[in-house]
């Protein structure tokens, strides 16, 4: 069985499969974690003025992820779809994210990752309500 993911999705899966076949991790942020950071970060500027010296753009702390992990939470039927196919334009993408950050301001102003990949993986899969495998 192949899958085709087209549009939005079909790129950030393709960018998913490129950067972990370039980088041996990568950080990511599940959505409801961004979109707590978005809303803590309109709802309460006074803090930003006192630690951020009104800067209001952060790079978020992110749970670290590696292709083996991948592999195993997405089971191994999953994980037989998987083919990294070489594209230079997403590898130079890629290739230009760091592989992890350092976030002090973000966590001082409380803003946490993920606890780990898997956590990420079941947020996402229980907003679609994809049951896990």
């Not at 309460?44 to 592999?71: F, W």
């Not at 990294?84 to 592989?99: H, K, L, R």
Request: glycine share 8%; proline share 8%.
């Amino acid at each position: 069985m192949r899958i085709a993911i087209t549009g939005a999705a079909g790129f950030l899966g393709q960018m998913l499969v490129t950067a972990l076949s370039v980088r041996d991790t990568l950080a990511l942020n599940g959505e409801q974690r961004r979109i707590s950071a978005i809303i803590a970060n309109d709802i309460s500027a006074e803090p930003l003025d006192r630690l951020a010296r009104l800067r209001r753009v952060h790079a978020l702390p992110g749970a670290l992820s590696d292709p083996a992990t991948l592999a195993r939470l997405a089971g191994p039927e999953t994980a037989a779809l998987i083919r990294p196919a070489p594209d230079p334009a997403t590898e130079a993408i890629v290739a230009s994210w760091p592989g992890g950050i350092d976030t002090p301001r973000a966590r001082a102003l409380g803003f946490a990752p993920n606890a780990d990949f898997a956590e990420l993986l079941r947020e996402h899969m229980d907003r679609r309500g994809v049951a896990a495998a």
